[in-house]
Nanobody
Framework: QVQLVESGGGLVQPGGSLRLSCAVS????????MVWYRQPPGKPRELVAA???????NYANSVKGRFTISRDNAENTLYLQMNSLKPEDTAVYYC????????????WGQGTQVTVSP
């Protein structure tokens, strides 16, 4: 069974940066897309970024130009580099994988909390 564990969240001031990691244990099927979602307080989960097995990426409009998703297949790790953070980026961030960004496999993990505040 595949397990995903998110880490790297924390408290950061507006304009700051964080790098989230998602450690993958087990084997993900060939061709899987990996994604980062987030859930702001009191709001539904939303897709933040996705990366295909071939390295193609997509981002939510709200994070384009500020966030970068990457994957290290050798290390079985997914990353999300977040720069120029804003208070509205405050959320619990989750990683997942699936057949596409919206056709996911498995279930939600614990996530990692990101808080952007002065």
């Amino acid at each position: 069974q595949v397990q995903l564990v998110e880490s790297g969240g924390g408290l950061v001031q507006p304009g700051g940066s964080l790098r989230l990691s998602c450690a993958v244990s087990g084997s993900i099927f060939d061709g899987a897309t990996m994604v980062w979602y987030r859930q702001p307080p009191g709001k539904p989960r939303e897709l933040v970024a996705a990366i295909t097995s071939g390295g193609s990426t997509n981002y939510a409009n709200s994070v384009k130009g500020r966030f970068t998703i990457s994957r290290d297949n050798a290390e079985n790790t997914l990353y999300l580099q977040m720069n120029s953070l804003k208070p509205e980026d405050t959320a619990v961030y989750y990683c997942r994988f699936g057949y596409s960004a919206y056709n996911l496999v498995g279930s939600w993990g614990q996530g990692t909390q990101v808080t952007v505040s002065p």
